[in-house]
């Protein structure tokens, strides 16, 4: 899943510490009191981030407006989050036991406890130039879910992209901003950007990734003054950026990869690391269990390889697992049939391995070109509350592409992994809006890795191929995400650390290493939060036994929603502990 470029889902971090936490208002009140802020915070959202909230699936009640982004906006916005934390502490949170208040607490508390530490990485001064999921990204998904059906609803999507051309330039006075204090991104991160903003300029009027709004209408009239105003305006603000990008802001981008040389950068990776996991790790510790695991699976790797290859050669069972004539796609365009396959097959499984299955569609659709030409990579876009599907969005220049990998990543990013828990999510009831919003990386990214071997369990791969490809590539981002960000591992130490899993290998492995270098931390919670799950479900599994019922556990996982690992951990332990009880004698 492309990680969001802002919101709830960048911001959560790790719920602990209760007992610390001094009562203040009366426990019959703590329910009410939480609804309070959850609704305060919920409005203004809707309000503040209008494109941010439309990224995570909720479509704001207007269509007029976009993120403001200046000093003072932030400013303003920081004051309220400091407000809304300080209600929050002033809450005892022991009466709301498990239920949906205790959900609403715990993720808007480490919402906020997260926000405020991230304040030291001054994102706003370099995070924007990023080709994994720019603003240039996310208003391409806003122009697609615009609504236009009415004369208001049109007349909201001029006044909106009226505003465009001043969030570019507040953009850009933000980098000025940054530059300035000696905030920039790697070199080779801008140079992918400004290949993605080359590409939305110069696309063609009437298919840009800008125009759904004109071509969805029927509204002729309407349809011609949005054009203009995309080409007399919003095109002409891209094109100031692209000056900018390429003039001024490329010749002083540093050359080191590792966000810990920006000021304060340890501070600021050890916040992102949070933000991401939502896990009180550092980066020694992090480190160290991703070797451990990567440890792990290249022993399962050498005993398939045995079996499989007769060799217990570790560069060779990958390779040959990777390059075997009976795993390659004909073509190049067979990749996109084959996930929607792939996709329906895994879907048709779906009610074996959970008591309750969304209804949202999934969509299996090409990246676009402009974008997928930059190092971007596949990834999944969320329905929304709406009615549009989710999407899985595949890169049809992957450069390891192959049948194996291939379904690795659609189950990964769709059925059972992004779709399923995300839609299961938007389907819940009693929980409060807000959760809508919610979304970290350990979890998110923790159940997609689980679901990579829930599918292998199912059996919904098919060769041994993939069975041994599943095993190469997990928790290395726990190791070369801190290898860049905390130990300053070169561009070749990282490079060669992922072309051995074989999941990535030449050029890909180049585009891995500028997506760390673009996104610090988010790479390490795809095994930070899959070992959590994997753990529960065998600690269940142990006190359980015969007891066991793994829709029930599934179903029990995904209850809440995106919550934090630690949140997660204590809800399946009680859940455990409840479903262990003896079974009372009839009378």
Not at 122 to 139: D, F, K, R, S, T
Not at 373 to 384: D, L, N, R, V
């Amino acid at each position: 899943m492309r990680p969001r470029s802002g919101g709830l889902g960048l911001w959560l971090a790790v719920l602990c510490c209760w007992a610390s936490i001094a009562p203040a208002a009366a426990a019959e009140d703590a329910p009410a009191a939480v609804r309070r802020i959850a609704d305060d915070y919920y409005a203004a959202f809707l309000e503040l981030r209008p494109t941010e909230a439309m990224d995570a699936g909720v479509m704001p009640p207007h269509h007029d407006r976009v993120t403001d982004i200046r000093p003072a906006a932030r400013l303003a916005m920081q004051r309220r989050e400091d407000a809304w934390l300080k209600a929050l502490a002033a809450i005892d949170p022991r009466p709301l036991g498990f239920g949906p208040d205790w959900v609403t607490y715990g993720v808007l508390r480490e919402d906020l406890e997260a926000s405020v530490q991230l304040r030291v990485c001054h994102l706003e001064w370099w995070y924007g130039v990023n080709h994994m999921g720019g603003w240039h990204l996310a208003l391409a998904r806003v122009a697609d879910l615009q609504p236009v059906a009415t004369a208001i609803e049109r007349r909201e999507a001029l006044s909106r992209w009226r505003r465009v051309p001043g969030y570019v330039r507040a953009e850009i006075a933000n980098l000025r901003d940054g530059l300035a204090h000696g905030y920039t991104v790697p070199r080779p991160v801008a140079t992918r950007m400004l290949s993605q903003i080359d590409g939305i300029v110069a696309a063609p009027l009437a298919s840009h990734p800008y125009a759904g709004p004109a071509s969805r209408s029927p509204d002729a009239a309407f349809g011609a003054g949005y054009r203009r105003l995309l080409e007399r305006q919003v095109l002409r603000a891209l094109r100031e950026y692209r000056r900018f990008l390429n003039d001024e802001y490329l010749p002083r981008a540093r050359t080191t990869l590792a966000v810990t040389e920006l000021p304060d950068g340890d501070a600021c990776y050890a916040a992102l690391l949070r933000s991401s996991t939502t896990l009180p790790r550092g980066a020694a510790e992090v480190y160290q269990r991703g070797q451990e695991a990567v440890a792990r699976y290249r022993t399962e790797v050498l005993e398939m390889g045995r079996r499989v290859f007769g060799t217990d050669d570790y560069a060779s069972i990958i390779d040959k697992a990777r390059t075997a004539p009976d795993n390659q796609f004909a073509e190049p365009a067979e990749l996109l049939s084959a996930s929607r396959a792939y996709e329906d097959r895994a879907y048709a499984r779906m009610r074996e391995l959970f008591g309750s299955v969304p209804d949202q569609p999934l969509v299996v659709e090409p990246i676009p070109a402009y974008e997928d030409g930059a190092g971007a990579s596949s990834h999944y876009e969320p329905p929304t509350d709406d009615g549009h599907p989710g999407v899985f969005r595949i890169s049809m220049l992957e450069k390891a592409a192959n049948r194996a990998n291939a379904q690795i990543t659609a189950f990964h990013e769709g059925w059972p992994g992004h779709h399923l828990q995300i839609a299961y999510a938007q389907r819940v009831t009693g929980l409060h809006p807000v959760m809508k919003l919610a979304g970290n990386s350990g979890y998110i990214e923790g159940w997609a890795r689980y679901a990579e071997a829930l599918a292998e369990e199912a059996g919904l791969y098919d060769s041994d191929y993939a069975r041994i490809l599943r095993r190469a590539w997990p928790a290395r981002g726990m190791v070369v995400d801190p290898g860049i960000h905390a130990f300053h591992w070169t561009r070749e130490q990282a490079a060669a650390f992922v072309n051995e899993s074989g999941r990535f290998t030449g050029a890909s492995a180049d585009d891995i290493v500028d997506r760390i270098a673009a996104i610090p931390g988010q790479l390490t919670a795809y095994d930070s939060g899959g070992r959590e799950f994997f753990d529960l479900r065998r600690e269940a599994e142990a006190a359980l036994q015969e007891r066991f019922d793994l829709r029930a556990f599934h179903d029990a996982a995904l209850e809440n929603g995106s919550i934090s690992l630690p949140m997660l951990s204590a809800r399946m332990h009680a859940w455990i502990a409840s479903r262990a009880k003896p079974a009372p004698r009839p009378d």
